[in-house]
């Protein structure tokens, strides 16, 4: 952090601060430690093995450094940007607030469920927050971490995205055109906004072009399946057991069940769960009557599940009916 409460109970700002002296955390009140030389960037710093919920990830010099180039970014935008704002009402802290956008650097893995605690407690306020990624959390070869899917947005004309930050060349990363292939998991499309050249109101406007969707051959994507439940993959036996007890076969769905589709996203293969439970059904809902028996997680805090499962279910009826023509 670079804010830390002196005993006069003033914010100072570590790269002022004078030593002898001592100094506060602003959330928690216990004291931290100045943490300054000629190769380090100056912060305060809880002593270790102190628990403290508003700077619990034990901040690493990337996510300090990438905090202060965004905060500079900001300011010399003519933002009002404030520096690890205290929020009291909420008890959280986020890395930087601009009126109410609350900014937060990610560089460090964090539980979805606290990861869902601060954004309701953002959300709760009418504080909208923006999170970015660090080096640790980009995706590495076709697989998203739990919290980064967490984080993706949707908008109509771009479909999926996310943010990310490189602080060593000093840009933000939008995430988009996010597809899914059953064969490998996710690709997705990196933009870079160098800070040097581009403004707020850029990266935020930014929507990419939407890029042809995948296709595949259902039957291909059958053969697939086939193979990973001769090769016993827990995950894909646990869909073939749940499709017994509705008295269906994973294999041997309708081939509309098998096409490519942009919900694969948020769904991946438990999207043919949806589709089979759609044979099940005679409406809306009772279909979603029918999911509730399903156990898939929906951890992503940004979308509306209801707007989505209509969605789906409108797609689904389309996808049946091109069939039977
Ligand atoms: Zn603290």
Known sequence: ??????????????KEATRNQKFYCPACKQSVQLKRGRHK?????????QACDSFSEGETLEHLHAKELLFNWLKKQNYPVELEAYLPNLK?????????????MQCS??????????????????????????????PKKH????????MICYHPLADFYFYGFDEKQQAIIYYGNIC?????????????FPLQSCSLTTVQLFCPKKLAPFTWKEIEYRFYLQHQLVNQRPY????????????????????????????QVLFGHDLLILRMLYLQSVNFKQWLQLLKSFPFTWEYIFLNQAKFLVSIYEECKKLSEKIRD
């Not at 959280?92 to 937060?104: C, F, S």
């Not at 009418?126 to 640790?136: A, E, F, N, Q, R």
């Open 1 to 14: 952090m670079f804010l830390a409460m002196n005993e006069q109970h003033e914010l100072i700002n570590a």
């Open 41 to 49: 960037i100056a912060h305060f710093a809880h002593l270790q093995n």
């Open 92 to 104: 959280q802290r986020p890395d930087l607030l601009v009126a109410h956008l609350a900014i937060e």
């Open 109 to 138: 893995p964090l539980t979805i469920s606290r990861f869902i605690e601060r954004n309701q407690g953002y959300l709760s306020h009418h504080y909208s927050p923006w999170w970015l990624i660090g080096s640790k959390l980009q």
């Open 143 to 150: 697989q998203f971490r739990s919290l980064v899917k967490s």
């Open 180 to 192: 899914w292939h059953y064969r490998k998991g996710y690709y997705y499309q990196s933009y870079l």
């Open 236 to 263: 894909f036996i646990s869909l073939q057991e749940f499709c017994y007890l509705h008295h269906q076969n994973l294999l041997n769905l309708p081939a509309w069940c098998y096409q490519a589709s942009c919900y």
